[in-house]
């Protein structure tokens, strides 16, 4: 015999969904702090200041480096000005996440990489004011800013949320999905 699952009022059953949800990707995103803590406690006890350690020639190598900016070092030397600003930025996002949950397995992850991603940091920044970084990119002279592992899950995390976004628009016949009905 199957049971049929009942709420009333009815809210409330969208409510206990949106609520394992919002759980899940809580739980997804403390996964993504660790794993940055641990790179980030790993870089710093293993590499040295300024001598990179090659990995696939000069094209990618780890190289420790602190970062009081946000991504590529903008509003560097502001001091806990970054902080109050990122911090705003992943209040917002825990906002909107508890008013309207993810849709669709591809937003739950990309929440919460963006989620675990700038918790890391923030995390990283609170005890001096900058974060670790140790990723290093490029060909030459030609390298990308050093980052960590908590940028790389914000990037890709904004990645899918456009993606997913562009392709609900699409579906929509080109309206964007807060229109949608």
Request: glycine share 12%; with cysteine; aromatic share 10%.
């Amino acid at each position: 015999m199957t049971k049929i699952y009942q709420c009333m009022p009815i809210r409330r059953c969208f409510a206990k969904e949106r609520w394992a949800r919002v759980s899940g990707i809580i739980l997804a995103a403390t996964y993504v702090m660790l794993a940055d803590a641990l790179t980030k406690q790993w870089a710093e006890r293993a590499l040295d200041a300024g001598q990179p350690k090659r990995l696939v020639g000069s094209f990618f190598q780890l190289r420790l480096g602190h970062n009081t900016g946000v991504a590529f070092g903008a509003l560097a030397g502001t001091g806990y000005v970054t902080l109050v600003v990122t911090s705003a930025l992943v209040s917002g996002l825990l906002v909107w996440l508890i008013r309207t949950g993810a849709r669709g397995v591809r937003a739950y992850w990309a929440v919460a990489l963006v989620l675990g991603g700038g918790l890391a940091n923030i995390g990283d920044r609170l005890p001096d004011g900058r974060v670790t970084d140790f990723l290093d990119f490029g060909v030459g002279a030609l390298r990308w800013p050093a980052f960590n592992l908590a940028d790389s899950f914000i990037v890709v995390g904004i990645a899918i949320l456009v993606a997913v976004n562009m392709h609900e628009s699409r579906e929509a016949g080109g309206k964007p999905p807060a229109e949608m009905s």
